[in-house]
């Protein structure tokens, strides 16, 4: 399993919209095409902007998403809206105005805690099937144990030796934060007992 790590470098009111193009970009280098489709497993998917915005994007990808949210986790009506979670999927048909409906090459959207066993989750049965697990700023605001625990996830789901772990977040390089909103943030998450990872932490982990 490999790992790469990129650092978010602008912050703003509305990060899904805002950082979804560079994020693409680097997507595409990382997931070129090939003669099958590539599967990528999505873990925090929020509200779905990111993983249709990639399934337009890069076509030769089938997306994978999935989020944590106990309130919401029957999703099956293949529908979609903008809410807090893509596991928000609209309950009964025509709840919504204008639903929205799942381009072809993404999947309904999965519960998935990522700090619960994975074998006793609903990929249990999915080891070693993907060729990418994405997770986007989600690490520099949560405990460290689930950083462990995605890439134990990520271990156990993606393809031996070929498959990637692609992570996207406010990262330091080298005990280096930048820019300065990303200094001031991570002020904020200390005093409430959390800061921004290390790239190197990340790595020595992995290995």
Request: aromatic residues 8%; charged residues 20%; hydrophobic residues 40%.
């Amino acid at each position: 399993m490999s790992t790469c790590t990129t650092s978010a470098t602008t912050q703003s009111q509305s990060p899904s919209d805002r950082n979804k193009d560079a994020i693409t970009e680097q997507l595409k280098l990382i997931f070129q095409k090939s003669a099958v489709p590539l599967q990528i497993f999505e873990v925090g998917s929020g509200e779905g902007v990111h993983v249709l915005h990639f399934a337009k994007e890069l076509p030769h990808v089938h997306w994978h998403p999935s989020d944590y949210n106990e309130a919401t986790i029957q999703c099956h009506s293949g529908e979609y809206v903008n809410a807090v979670s893509i596991l928000d999927v609209v309950a009964a048909a025509g709840s919504a105005a204008q639903p929205l409906q799942l381009p072809s090459n993404v999947a309904d959207p999965i519960f998935f805690d990522v700090t619960a066993p994975i074998e006793q989750s609903l990929l249990r049965g999915r080891q070693a099937a993907f060729d990418g697990v994405l997770n986007i700023n989600m690490l520099h605001i949560a405990p460290w144990i689930v950083a462990v625990c995605l890439f134990r996830a990520a271990g156990f789901l993606l393809k031996p030796a070929t498959g990637l772990l692609v992570l996207y977040g406010a990262f330091s390089v080298d005990g280096v934060l930048e820019p300065e909103s990303n200094v001031q943030f991570d002020k904020k998450l200390k005093e409430k007992n959390r800061s921004e990872e290390h790239t190197s932490e990340l790595q020595s982990h992995h290995d």
